[in-house]
């Protein structure tokens, strides 16, 4: 790759080089080497928790308790994958013995199993400086599958991104591996960003971002002599339906935990409830007074970055445009004011403008005049991280409508509580269809993430000396 001017794309170009010549080394690591490494960073992480805590705070101003619990959820899910592959979860293989006899019923020896992609570039999200970032879940799952990482680090929390680096390459170097399992790319430009994706050394991407910035990452991705597969999520706005049955056993407590959950870290969560819908009845006109009162008890700390905040800005003024405002306290201190919008359901499903994703402390209350009319309200979505179904806890033909017209826009649907906070473990799918990921089959929270970087192989017929070898008795 030619270098140009940009001196970051120097940087890359050692970095891929040096994943490039790691990636036979890890891709081919037993389960102690590659479970020592994991668990060796979570400790790292650990250890240094206070001094980690206290930069990131500096850069993101997100308080420590949000941030110690984000370092212990990373840690956590390090050991987590570590646990995996220990388990051989990821390389189980599928045996198909010989059949005698001509097809169909009859065929040769043949064996399934699953190789690394090889190195992943990894773009570091600016709402989870821990959790999505250098160490974060696409780290932790590519290398649990074997391929080293090229860390994009985020503009948002510089200092944090090199501090924990400087942690795992020291783990990396003390465990005597390779350096390029492991490697940092700081202060790229957008433009280094797609020099990045389009290395020819690199063979998957994964990305967590806002939706203008991975879709265009995505189309390099996909415009490469030899494409590679992107696993971007980009932005959603997550609806969520409170039915009059729900609203009226307790409303004011539903209030305050969708309150809580829409100004959750001043609304910077990919999982943030952005939509409310509501069928016409006294309940919820009740429920939306509630709702406001609880919203105005509530005070935004500042927003991770400047351009994030003039982001939320100019997403809350274009919705503004299209639909009436319910309430907006003023500002009180460094954050934004909170703020709820209302509209009619036909005017949500008809105009795009109020699909937008107000990244920040906002929701649209959607107001539905019956079951189908919400159905369309999620049809006109078209893909979202979570939908939330409060009051369908009996047998219905109208429940299961809406059920099903929920799980067709969703990667995850819940039935109680709220979508922020994401568990991570086996039955997580934290990925829906398009917009809100670029490949809903995939998740990039839980154990299953790792699937995203091995590629199956099936072998037939395979000579003994290569079915004894360690890498399929692992």
Same mark, same amino acid.
């Given at each position: 790759? +030619?270098?140009?001017?940009?001196?970051?794309?120097?940087v890359?170009?050692?970095?891929?080089?040096?994943? /490039?010549?790691a990636?036979?080394i890890?891709? @081919?690591?037993? %389960?102690?080497?590659?479970?020592?490494?994991?668990?060796?960073?979570? @400790?790292?992480?650990?250890?240094?928790?206070a001094?980690?805590?206290a930069?990131?705070?500096?850069?993101?101003?997100?308080?420590?308790?949000?941030?110690?619990?984000?370092?212990?959820?990373?840690?956590?899910?390090?050991?987590?994958?570590?646990?995996e592959?220990?388990?051989?979860?990821?390389?189980?293989?599928?045996?198909?013995?010989?059949?005698?006899? $001509?097809?169909?019923?009859?065929?040769?020896?043949?064996?399934?199993?699953?190789?690394p992609?090889?190195?992943? *570039?990894?773009?570091?999200?600016?709402?989870?400086?821990?959790a999505?970032?250098?160490?974060g879940?696409? +780290? $932790?799952?590519?290398?649990?599958?074997?391929?080293?990482? /090229?860390?994009?680090?985020?503009?948002?929390?510089?200092?944090?991104?090199?501090?924990?680096?400087?942690?795992?390459?020291?783990?990396?170097?003390?465990?005597?591996?390779?350096?390029?399992?492991?490697?940092?790319?700081?202060?790229?430009?957008?433009?280094?960003?797609?020099?990045?994706?389009?290395?020819?050394?690199?063979?998957?991407?994964?990305? +967590?971002?806002?939706?203008?910035?991975?879709?265009?990452?995505?189309?390099?991705?996909?415009?490469?002599?030899?494409?590679?597969?992107?696993?971007? @999520?980009?932005?959603?706005?997550?609806?969520?339906?409170?039915?009059?049955?729900?609203?009226?056993?307790?409303?004011?407590?539903?209030?305050?935990?969708?309150?809580?959950?829409?100004?959750?870290?001043?609304?910077?969560?990919?999982?943030?409830?952005?939509?409310?819908?509501?069928?016409?009845?006294?309940?919820?006109?009740?429920?939306?007074?509630?709702?406001?009162?609880?919203?105005?008890?509530?005070k935004t !700390?500042?927003?991770?970055?400047?351009?994030?905040?003039?982001g939320?800005?100019?997403?809350?003024?274009?919705?503004?445009?299209?639909?009436?405002?319910?309430?907006? #306290?003023?500002?009180?201190?460094?954050?934004? *004011?909170?703020?709820?919008?209302?509209?009619?359901?036909?005017?949500?499903?008809?105009n795009?403008h109020?699909?937008?994703?107000?990244?920040?402390?906002?929701?649209?209350?959607?107001? $539905?005049?019956? /079951?189908?009319?919400?159905?369309?309200?999620?049809?006109? &979505?078209?893909?979202?991280?979570?939908t939330?179904l409060?009051?369908v806890?009996?047998?219905?033909?109208?429940?299961? @409508?809406l059920?099903?017209?929920? %799980?067709?826009?969703s990667?995850?649907?819940?039935?109680?509580?709220?979508?922020?906070?994401?568990? /991570?473990?086996?039955?997580?799918? !934290?990925?829906?269809?398009?917009?809100?990921?670029?490949? #809903?089959?995939?998740?990039?929270?839980?154990?299953?993430? &790792?699937?995203?970087?091995?590629?199956?192989?099936?072998?037939?017929?395979?000579?003994?000396?290569w079915?004894?070898?360690?890498?399929?008795?692992?």
């Open positions: 790759m +030619t270098t140009h001017q940009d001196p970051a794309l120097s890359i170009d050692q970095a891929v080089a040096k994943a /490039v010549a990636s036979e890890w891709g @081919e690591s037993t %389960e102690t080497v590659r479970g020592a490494l994991l668990r060796g960073l979570a @400790e790292a992480l650990e250890k240094n928790g001094e980690l805590v930069i990131a705070d500096r850069e993101s101003g997100l308080g420590e308790g949000r941030l110690n619990g984000e370092v212990a959820r990373t840690a956590f899910q390090l050991r987590g994958f570590a646990d592959f220990e388990s051989d979860v990821p390389y189980r293989r599928v045996d198909d013995a010989a059949v005698a006899g $001509a097809p169909p019923v009859g065929h040769p020896r043949l064996t399934r199993v699953k190789r992609l090889g190195p992943v *570039a990894m773009f570091s999200a600016s709402n989870f400086p821990f999505f970032s250098v160490l879940g696409d +780290t $932790a799952s590519a290398l649990a599958a074997g391929c080293p990482v /090229v860390v994009k680090a985020h503009s948002g929390h510089p200092d944090l991104s090199r501090a924990v680096y400087e942690l795992a390459r020291r783990v990396v170097a003390e465990q005597q591996l390779p350096e390029g399992v492991l490697t940092l790319v700081e202060g790229a430009s957008r433009g280094a960003g797609g020099y990045l994706v389009q290395h020819p050394g690199i063979a998957a991407v994964a990305f +967590t971002g806002s939706y203008q910035g991975g879709t265009a990452l995505w189309r390099l991705a996909n415009e490469r002599p030899r494409p590679i597969p992107f696993f971007g @999520e980009l932005g959603s706005i997550n609806p969520l339906i409170a039915l009059p049955g729900a609203l009226e056993k307790d409303s004011e407590a539903l209030a305050k935990t969708l309150a809580g959950s829409i100004t959750l870290g001043c609304g910077q969560f990919c999982t943030s409830p952005g939509v409310v819908v509501l069928l016409e009845h006294s309940a919820s006109e009740r429920f939306v007074e509630q709702l406001a009162a609880a919203i105005r008890q509530i !700390h500042r927003m991770l970055t400047p351009s994030m905040r003039n939320f800005d100019d997403a809350a003024v274009t919705v503004a445009r299209h639909a009436q405002l319910v309430f907006q #306290p003023e500002a009180d201190g460094d954050g934004p *004011a909170p703020r709820l919008f209302s509209v009619v359901a036909e005017d949500f499903i008809a795009a109020l699909r937008e994703e107000m990244f920040g402390p906002a929701a649209l209350i959607v107001k $539905a005049n019956s /079951v189908q009319q919400i159905s369309e309200v999620l049809a006109a &979505i078209g893909g979202t991280l979570t939330t409060w009051g806890d009996e047998a219905s033909d109208s429940n299961r @409508e059920v099903r017209a929920a %799980e067709a826009v990667g995850r649907v819940l039935f109680a509580g709220v979508p922020t906070g994401v568990a /991570v473990c086996a039955a997580q799918q !934290h990925g829906g269809p398009w917009p809100s990921s670029t490949a #809903p089959q995939t998740t990039s929270v839980g154990y299953a993430a &790792i699937e995203r970087f091995l590629r199956p192989v099936a072998l037939q017929d395979a000579p003994s000396w079915m004894k070898d360690a890498l399929f008795n692992a």
